[in-house]
């Protein structure tokens, strides 16, 4: 069993050791301990979420610590008071206690079995888009949120994450977020329409021919306010766009979600909950490569698919095949690296492409060398495969819509592929996923992305005879640049 003080916490890193007995002091009580047995969420030498037992029962405990634990102790205490004192259905707060020096804590009765609509949204964003189940999930969310800006507050970390439901019952969580214009009387328009942005620009962006008809949810419960679609639109696309910049600083540096180790001699990003599972790998891609079942070898790439602990991983060596292959190379992200920020960027955009599980470049003194990139393995067909008894039939509606579906997302995203040939798109639980990363690329102007999407457009449909039914119906189906 693990005893420590508050100050001992804010020196224990990102996985403090469980169980932990922690000695706190709630106001006007005597001497109390804390016994954590999980941690929920942890910003190393800042927060720590975890569940708790407290005289024989569970609690939720948010302790607050490092130089900016007072103000940050002060946010959960009063955004949980606001919650409170409008109404809004909030777990309760229990107590208390700051100690100076060390930090502060708050404990809350624990919700048990509660899920979060995120988990509810995750389980079926499969579905056809818009579905019942989905719609459900969407109108329950926004009609919590109308109740809170109805009253004056919100929630300025917007997600679906920090909405959780128990027995039929919705539950705002997360008090350090929950802001007051004036408490009791509705929200400004702007502010209205900057949290709504906060929360849309969350979701898919295929969702947005749909975002007029789901405002219904939120304006039969707090129509306040006239909420204009355009003005609404671009308060998501800019916070979507700030959103992406900053998820694509994350997976180059050491934070919640991936770790990584970058010097002078070497960089490694792994996704934080992958890396137990790939330390092997991560020692040794080479050996790896070698016990795997090789698809591409020598020049600029080998490719070999590999198993680990019963797991098929893909594992891509982007090689120096010469010193004069190494001058053009050094001085620039390798293309493992660029696969990797690539790749991410489509995920978070909801383009599908292979999970991304770590990138490896070898360096000396910066100097860039060979690189590895890690990723799960698609067992789908890719489109020639999968298409090539279509030559002169229809593939199934479904797919085809799928397939309209990803270009569509290229065009709003204005992402180009780079190398749009069949063995580079594959069928895979319903939709297509795109691999070989190396050349894609999301453009800032117009006019570069339609060049780069003609390009695209031809090279795919170049997959078919140019006189077969199946290439005149996608020649006539798919977007012109």
């Excluded at 102790?73 to 060390?102: H, I, K, Y």
Aim: net charge neutral; proline share 5%; hydrophobic share 45%.
């Amino acid at each position: 069993m693990n005893r420590l003080k508050l100050s001992d916490l804010a020196r224990s890193g990102r996985h403090p050791s469980l169980p932990l007995e922690l000695n706190v002091t709630a106001e006007g009580a005597g001497a109390s301990a804390l016994l954590i047995d999980t941690w929920l969420r942890v910003l190393p030498g800042q927060r720590y979420v975890g569940r708790a037992i407290r005289n024989g029962q569970p609690v939720l405990v948010k302790l607050l610590v490092g130089d900016k634990a007072a103000r940050h102790f002060q946010r959960e205490r009063e955004g949980a008071a606001l919650l409170s004192e409008q109404g809004m259905r909030t777990p309760v707060l229990l107590d208390e206690g700051w100690l100076e020096g060390e930090g502060g804590w708050l404990t809350f009765n624990y919700l048990e079995g509660a899920r979060s609509l995120w988990e509810s949204w995750r389980e079926l964003e499969r579905e056809t888009l818009l579905s019942d189940a989905q719609q459900l999930v969407l109108a329950e969310a926004l009609e919590l949120i109308a109740h809170m800006h109805a009253h004056g507050i919100w929630q300025a970390d917007l997600h679906l994450d920090n909405l959780l439901k128990l027995d039929g019952r919705l539950y705002v969580v997360d008090g350090g977020g929950v802001k007051a214009e004036t408490p009791g009387s509705p929200l400004s328009r702007e502010r209205v329409l900057e949290n709504l942005g906060v929360f849309f620009a969350q979701l898919p962006a295929e969702i947005e021919p749909f975002i007029e008809e789901l405002l219904v949810h939120y304006l039969l419960a707090n129509s306040a306010h006239a909420l204009p679609l355009e003005a609404l639109l671009k308060e998501i696309h800019q916070t979507r766009t700030w959103r992406l910049r900053d998820y694509l600083k994350k997976i180059a540096r050491d934070c919640t979600l991936f770790s990584a180790c970058i010097g002078a001699f070497g960089a490694r990003v792994v996704r934080r909950d992958e890396e137990p599972g790939l330390r092997a790998v991560l020692a040794d891609p080479d050996g790896f490569i070698a016990r795997g079942k090789l698809f591409k070898t020598g020049g600029a790439a080998t490719v070999a698919r590999t198993e680990l602990d019963g797991r098929a991983l893909l594992i891509k060596r982007y090689n120096i095949k010469n010193p004069l292959h190494w001058l053009k190379r050094f001085w620039r992200p390798s293309r493992a690296w660029h696969s990797w920020v690539e790749g991410n960027r489509l995920d978070f955009l909801g383009i599908a492409t292979p999970r991304l599980l770590a990138v490896i470049e070898r360096r000396w003194l910066w100097l860039r060398g060979p690189a590895w990139l890690v990723t799960e393995v698609l067992d789908g067909p890719d489109i020639i495969a999968h298409w090539q008894r279509y030559l002169d039939a229809t593939p199934p509606e479904d797919e085809l819509q799928a397939l309209d579906r990803l270009f569509a997302s290229l065009i709003r995203d204005r992402i180009s592929h780079g190398d749009l040939k069949g063995h580079n798109l594959f069928w895979e639980n319903g939709r297509w996923s795109l691999i070989d990363l190396d050349a894609v690329r999301q453009h800032r102007s117009d006019a570069a992305f339609v060049r780069a999407y003609a390009r695209d457009r031809a090279r795919f449909l170049r997959n078919w005879p140019a006189d077969s039914a199946l290439h005149r119906l996608l020649d006539a189906r798919l977007p012109q640049p």
